[in-house]
């Protein structure tokens, strides 16, 4: 199994970007999906995830301004990050919760390889 993130960058504080990463291989079902960030000297937390149900989770620090959503069909989900600010510079991580085509189907957890999201002042 393979996550693919994309759509990091650089941006303008107040301006906006899409992040995309799409779950590949070995599926059967994927329980939850989410994003994470970890900026330099700080540990890894919580973005946002989002069950298969559609139930989403979001941190406090991004409510109202981030958006998860996923498409079930295709595997993939996406954080739209909106009214950015300088203090959501990191690299983000896509992160699933897998059930597998084989036994043991898990669930597993997976990472994805991060993109980087800078936000200028």
């Known amino acids: 199994v393979q996550l693919q993130a994309s759509g990091g960058g650089l941006v303008q504080a107040g301006g906006s970007l899409r992040l995309s990463c799409a779950a590949s291989?070995?599926?059967?079902?994927?329980?939850?999906m989410g994003w994470y960030r970890q900026a330099p000297g700080k540990q890894r937390e919580l973005v946002a995830t989002?069950?298969?149900?559609?139930?989403?989770n979001y941190a406090d620090s991004v409510k109202g301004r981030f958006t998860i959503s996923r498409d079930n069909a295709e595997n993939t989900v996406y954080l739209q990050m909106n009214s950015l600010k300088p203090d959501d510079t990191a690299v983000y991580y896509c992160n699933a919760v897998i059930l597998l085509h084989r036994l043991p189907p898990g669930p597993y957890p997976y990472w994805g390889q991060g993109t980087q999201v800078t936000v200028s002042s």
């Open positions: 989002i069950l298969s149900g559609g139930n989403t």
């Open positions: 291989g070995s599926i059967l079902n994927i329980n939850s």
